[in-house]
């Protein structure tokens, strides 16, 4: 009965030195690189951090360790994902904005195996939208939409994270989401200019520009009058 006591007894002060302590949001502070400040001891946390809203996750040495997931002071769910030591590390991340009803807008979408984006990443910026194929840890392409996805701006192919195959851009201003094919076009070997850089006017559609490329070296140049249509001379090599 006496080794069940102290057995019991020894359990107990076991868990009770590793279990993490908890904290209240209030309590702490962020730096500029996310790090979790303790406002009493200006230390990084270490410990488990909680809110009026729910559990955020644990800390150590005030960086994210774990799944979490974090609420903006209107409730709404900010972000949640799985974090070691500080960054993202495995499986799905997803942060939202603070809009209504619920705060699922997604600001961005990624997926991770073992620190490495595997998979589509979505994320906006401004009221453009971009999504980027990645496999462990390598770009595959880029695109990049109007906010609500249903016109095609740039796209970008990739080989071995370098730029490879036949890119799409637009032009500005980017108010004008019509562009029906005026684009740039720019191909890339191994992420250099291969073959086709062509330009055409934003407004008219017309071809301006039509070059040529041989492993990043011009071979050919072609200008044309956007109101005549006639080919003019280029003036030499211009820079964009």
């Given at each position: 009965?006496?080794?069940?006591?102290?057995?019991?007894?020894?359990?107990?002060?076991?868990?009770?030195?590793?279990?993490?302590?908890?904290?209240?949001?209030?309590?702490?502070?962020?730096?500029?690189?996310?790090?979790?400040?303790?406002?009493?001891?200006?230390?990084?946390?270490?410990?488990?951090?909680?809110?009026?809203?729910?559990?955020?996750?644990?800390?150590?040495?005030?960086?994210?360790?774990?799944?979490?997931?974090?609420?903006?002071?209107?409730?709404?769910?900010?972000?949640?994902?799985?974090?070691?030591?500080?960054?993202?590390?495995?499986?799905?991340?997803?942060?939202?904005?603070?809009?209504?009803?619920?705060?699922?807008?997604?600001?961005?979408?990624?997926?991770?195996?073992?620190?490495?984006?595997?998979?589509?990443?979505?994320?906006?910026?401004?009221?453009?939208?971009?999504?980027?194929?990645?496999?462990?840890?390598?770009?595959?392409?880029?695109?990049?939409?109007?906010?609500?996805?249903?016109?095609?701006?740039?796209?970008?192919?990739?080989?071995?994270?370098?730029?490879?195959?036949?890119?799409?851009?637009?032009?500005?201003?980017?108010?004008?989401?019509?562009?029906?094919?005026?684009?740039?076009?720019?191909?890339?070997?191994?992420?250099?200019?291969?073959?086709?850089?062509?330009?055409?006017?934003?407004?008219?559609?017309?071809?301006?520009?039509?070059?040529?490329?041989?492993?990043?070296?011009?071979?050919?140049?072609?200008?044309?009058?956007?109101?005549?249509?006639?080919?003019?001379g280029c003036g030499g090599r211009i820079e964009w």
């Amino acid at each position: 009965m006496k080794k069940l006591f102290l057995f019991s007894l020894l359990c107990l002060c076991f868990t009770s030195c590793f279990e993490e302590k908890t904290y209240i949001k209030n309590q702490v502070f962020y730096t500029d690189d996310e790090t979790c400040i303790l406002k009493s001891n200006q230390k990084p946390l270490n410990g488990f951090l909680t809110s009026n809203f729910g559990d955020i996750g644990l800390y150590k040495n005030g960086k994210r360790e774990g799944f979490h997931k974090d609420y903006y002071q209107s409730g709404r769910l900010k972000l949640r994902g799985y974090f070691k030591k500080g960054d993202h590390y495995d499986g799905k991340l997803e942060k939202f904005r603070d809009k209504e009803p619920n705060g699922l807008n997604p600001e961005l979408e990624q997926n991770k195996i073992k620190g490495k984006l595997h998979g589509i990443k979505r994320y906006h910026f401004n009221d453009i939208r971009y999504e980027e194929s990645y496999t462990k840890g390598v770009i595959q392409w880029r695109i990049r939409t109007t906010n609500n996805g249903w016109t095609k701006l740039d796209r970008e192919v990739f080989k071995n994270g370098k730029k490879h195959g036949r890119c799409t851009y637009t032009h500005e201003p980017m108010e004008l989401f019509d562009f029906k094919g005026k684009r740039e076009i720019h191909d890339y070997k191994d992420g250099k200019l291969h073959g086709k850089y062509i330009w055409t006017d934003y407004q008219s559609g017309e071809v301006i520009l039509d070059w040529e490329y041989d492993n990043g070296e011009i071979i050919s140049q072609k200008c044309y009058d956007i109101k005549t249509k006639k080919e003019i001379g280029c003036g030499g090599r211009i820079e964009w």
